[in-house]
């Protein structure tokens, strides 16, 4: 199952002070608004995402369809067929946004 690039999304409640600490080990922003949501890469390519009264808790992302450069790639899994297989192998999203497009399947671990 190719699940695309990883990273983990913080949801913090200071953006500037979260920024900054991050900034301190390293890392660099590549994207995002500033004020609610900011994309962070280490030197060895490490991804993180800081989000801002985007959503309550941390949440393990993965990006079908982007290499771990936020690069789109031609080849990936959909989504849809990604979330199937997760439930044939008895996993259940805890909500199914994947509709038409290329979205979440947001996975509870219990």
Same mark, same amino acid.
């Given at each position: 199952?190719e699940l695309g690039a #990883?990273?983990?999304s913080?949801?913090v409640s200071?953006m500037?002070e979260s920024r900054?600490f991050?900034?301190?080990?390293g890392?660099?922003?590549v994207?995002?608004?500033?004020?609610?949501?900011?994309?962070l890469?280490?030197?060895d390519?490490?991804?993180?995402?800081? #989000?801002?009264?985007m #959503?309550?808790?941390?949440?393990?992302?993965?990006?079908p369809?982007?290499?771990?450069?936020?690069?789109e790639?031609d080849?990936f899994t959909d989504?849809?067929?990604i979330?199937d297989?997760?439930?044939?192998?008895?996993?259940q999203?805890d909500?199914d946004?994947?509709?038409?497009?290329?979205?979440?399947v947001?996975?509870?671990?219990?």
């Amino acid at each position: 199952m190719e699940l695309g690039a #990883f990273s983990v999304s913080l949801s913090v409640s200071d953006m500037d002070e979260s920024r900054d600490f991050y900034q301190k080990l390293g890392f660099e922003a590549v994207g995002g608004d500033e004020e609610s949501w900011l994309i962070l890469r280490s030197p060895d390519s490490t991804t993180i995402g800081l #989000f801002h009264g985007m #959503f309550e808790g941390n949440i393990l992302t993965f990006n079908p369809g982007w290499n771990s450069d936020a690069e789109e790639i031609d080849e990936f899994t959909d989504i849809r067929k990604i979330r199937d297989e997760l439930i044939d192998a008895g996993l259940q999203p805890d909500n199914d946004t994947t509709g038409e497009t290329q979205s979440l399947v947001r996975l509870v671990s219990h």
